[in-house]
């Protein structure tokens, strides 16, 4: 495979029998090589194409691999992962070796276009133990270990980057059940089924296309035009224009991106749990999944939606909508008078309807005696002063989370981040004990016991995931899951 054909390349025809899946895409495509992006969409192609350990299938609820057939907890800080043996990479190379997984860890970490680091960030090395079976060694015990990287862990070559000065560019070969046909920065990306993949199904389309269409207007329209298949990620206020057409599915999905209210400890007045619980009793979430966002959202009441590793089901603690006890706590808490004045940040087209979403709350806050100052400020700006825990109040989503591990420390464990300037020796001592239990049911007990103390304590208040809503062609057949991307080889045609 030559440069031209990876880079720059025009895509051809398909041919008239040939199975053709074109796909809108929401991501940016900035760059060839694996390791240079980072968001669910590129992993999801690169691991379909080169390969990763594996991936987690949300209709049987389980880890499959991919790269790999097996593993195992050799003890509280070491995995171990064995190598599938009847692989055959794309240009007729060897299957993938421990070595190709050493290298691939070394790109990881020391590549200049990496921007992956951190997904090894728990992890203290990894280690070969022979031609197809890896060790890997984390810092401290991490039953999480396979939300970092099973998916995320995407697997090259070491023999053609030896071989080849571009490797992504003139040899871009891997072992997954698609190969990289060409790939057009910032245009589309275009893959071919591989027929050699141990039992991939003929129905599964011949050709993908990944088309960047970034604005859901554009996205629709080109579905009504028949310009792609799958327009994927249309917001409620879209869906009616696909309605009542009959050449068309509608088709939904769960999410795994839990949207919050954050009520930051460091600022007045949110350093007192009652003003905390005060707020989260004024906010009727019934009333705006129902009236605005149309339905298409699932109301969260805690850290974990049906969909995410240790959903163990309702808390026992739930804050429901009550605005005479938003009152009385209020008045608990010295503000019988009116008040707090209260400053709260939101972004505007990050999320869907967030800026009105926003208002909305806002107005259920001042009717319970709040005095809120809503602020829009540039979404970059609005994450840079998250991140440096600049903000009192702020509504946005997490992103999506499979494993609850990663999240929960990122925002609340002490001086982890600074996010949420919240800090509870309780909660620390609960998040690192499901770390270390490696037992699942165990640590799926320790984490319910961490959300219940969350959703009391409310340093985060969980409002909804949004349902995710696909346009789909009749002939299609794809069962979307809650992380909104594809997996091609379950698309039949």
């Known amino acids: 495979m030559s440069a031209a054909a990876v880079i720059g390349a025009s895509f051809p025809a398909a041919a008239q029998d040939e199975k053709l899946l074109m796909v809108t895409s929401t991501f940016p495509m900035t760059s060839p090589t694996p390791y240079a992006e980072s968001n669910a969409q590129m992993y999801s192609v690169w691991c379909q194409t080169y390969g990763c350990l594996g991936r987690y299938n949300y209709a049987a609820k389980e880890y499959q691999g991919i790269l790999v057939d097996s ?7 070491t995995w171990r992962f064995h190598l599938r043996e009847d692989l055959v990479r794309h240009d007729g190379g060897p299957g993938p070796t421990t070595a190709d997984v050493l290298h691939s860890y070394d790109r990881v970490l020391n590549d200049p276009a990496s921007i992956q680091k951190n997904i090894f960030s728990e992890v203290e090395t990894i280690r070969a133990i022979d031609d197809h079976t890896f060790e890997i060694v984390t810092k401290e015990p991490l039953a999480s270990l396979l939300s970092y990287i099973f998916d995320r862990f995407i697997i090259t070559s070491a023999e053609l980057a030896e071989a080849n000065e571009k490797p992504d560019e003139d040899a871009a070969f891997g072992w997954g059940p698609y190969k990289l046909k060409s790939y057009q920065l910032d245009q589309e990306i275009a893959l071919e089924k591989n027929d050699a993949f141990p039992g991939i199904s003929d129905s599964a389309p011949d050709t993908v296309v990944y088309r960047q269409i970034r604005e859901a207007e554009q996205r629709v329209t080109a579905l009504l035009n028949g310009e792609v298949q799958i327009a994927r990620l249309i917001p409620p206020q879209l869906v009616s224009r696909l309605e009542g057409n009959e050449s068309l599915d509608i088709v939904e999905s769960a999410s795994i991106e839990p949207m919050f209210l954050a009520f930051n400890p460091k600022f007045e007045p949110w350093t007192d749990v009652r003003v905390r619980q005060a707020a989260a009793h004024a906010i009727n979430k019934d009333l705006i999944i129902d009236r605005f966002l149309m339905g298409l959202a699932d109301r969260m009441d805690g850290p974990l939606g049906e969909q995410q590793i240790c959903y163990t089901g309702p808390l026992d603690y739930v804050i429901d909508y009550d605005p005479e006890e938003s009152r009385r706590l209020l008045a608990e808490a010295g503000y019988a008078d009116g ?11 990050r999320y869907i309807s967030d800026r009105q979403v926003s208002e909305i709350v806002t ?17 970059a700006n609005l994450t840079a002063a998250m991140r440096a825990g600049e903000l009192p109040m702020y509504y946005l989503g997490r ?12 925002y609340l464990e ?18 690192a004990k499901e770390r270390q ?4 049911e165990e640590r799926c007990k320790v984490v319910r016991e961490a959300a219940e103390l969350i959703s009391e304590e409310v340093p985060m208040f969980f409002m909804w995931s949004h349902r995710l809503v696909h346009g789909v062609r009749k002939g299609i057949t794809w069962d979307a899951s809650a992380d909104g991307e594809i ?3 379950d698309v039949s045609m």
């Open 339 to 349: 008040g707090p004045k209260v400053e709260f940040m939101t972004a505007s087209g």
């Open 71 to 77: 593993w195992e907890i050799v003890d509280p800080n």
């Open 399 to 410: 992103g999506l989370f499979l494993d609850p591990s990663e999240p929960l420390s990122q």
């Open 487 to 489: 997996w091609l080889s």
């Open 414 to 431: 002490t001086d982890v981040t600074q996010r949420i300037g919240y800090s509870s020796p309780e909660l620390d001592a609960l998040l």
């Open 437 to 440: 239990t490696l037992d699942p």
């Open 363 to 379: 107005q259920m806050m001042n009717e319970v005696g709040f005095e809120v100052d809503l602020q829009v400020p540039e979404y």
